[in-house]
């Protein structure tokens, strides 16, 4: 329970979760933030293969605005959740996470990049018959993500925890 301080050079610290292994690159600063059911918390992301070249899938930077997910509110890609609430605020770290916890990352990635668009992702789900049409045209509308779809993969999920909000009232 003790540990307090972590050196850099713990290569990997796993969760206590299967098939995932962190590595912090930056410590943050504090204790463990209170992850309650509620918090918002805010954070920025970079998704990437694990091919050699490190192929970047998505990166919240790029799009200019961080993501936010709700602690307890049954986010898409569960495995975040873990992540995140392992961090202190301002850590950096990377996580590599086998392919149980990524098999639905290209539909969360595409309801990100419509979102990062503009384009409201409910609204999509209305002119369709939602994913069974999506799975009947065997298209995301993304090349990177449609094999993603076909051949599940480990991924690495580079997170930096900007801040973590308490529940509003």
Sequence with gaps: MG???????DAALLLNVEGVKKTILH?????LPN??????VIFHFRTM??????TVIDDSRQVGQ???IIIGNMFKLEVWEILLTS???????EF?????HTGVYPILSRSLRQMAQGKDPTEWHVHTCGLANMFAYHTLGYEDLDELQKEPQPLVFVIELLQVDAPSD
């Design 3 to 9: 540990h307090h301080h972590h050196h850099h050079g």
């Design 27 to 31: 410590g943050g600063t504090g204790e």
């Design 35 to 40: 992850f309650i059911t509620g918090s918002r």
């Design 49 to 54: 293969k694990c091919d050699e070249e490190r």
């Design 66 to 68: 961080p993501m936010h």
């Design 87 to 93: 961090m202190r605020v301002h850590e950096v770290a």
């Design 96 to 100: 590599w996470c086998d392919t149980i």
